[in-house]
């Protein structure tokens, strides 16, 4: 089992950045696929981008590529999410998730999100 704490997030103008991060607890967080969903006010939950256990592969929904980049540290227990040029668009409580080894569309292990704002 794998407990996932986020933080990171806050208040930004449109154009900034912000970096997100999850820490994982657990000794076996480098055999977990790891991704981040976000949900805005009156709207469902959606995908963001999702990382292997090894690192090798990424994945990002359209609206997040070239601004959205998704790492981990496995030495840290830590995957992170670095957000740049943001829109007041990407409003929303961002989502930290896990799934034991492959990544799965429906993450079993979740976080309990950190809001992210952004002005315009």
């Known amino acids: 089992q794998v407990q996932l704490v986020e933080s990171g997030g806050g208040l930004v103008q449109a154009g900034g950045s912000l970096r997100l991060s999850c820490a994982a607890s657990?000794?076996?967080?480098?055999?977990?696929?790891m991704g981040w969903f976000r949900q805005a006010p009156g709207k469902e939950r959606e995908f963001v981008a999702r990382?292997?256990?090894?690192?090798?592969?990424?994945y990002y929904a359209q609206f997040v590529q070239g601004r959205f980049i998704i790492s981990r540290d496995n030495a840290k227990n830590t995957v992170y999410l670095q957000m740049n040029s943001l829109k007041p668009e990407d409003t929303a409580v961002y989502y930290c998730?896990?799934?034991?080894?492959?990544?799965?569309?429906?993450?079993?292990?979740w976080g309990q999100g950190t809001q992210v704002t952004v002005s315009s």
């Open positions: 998730a896990a799934a034991e080894g492959s990544w799965k569309p429906t993450p079993h292990y």
């Open positions: 657990g000794r076996t967080f480098s055999s977990y696929a």
């Open positions: 990382i292997s256990w090894s690192g090798i592969s990424t």
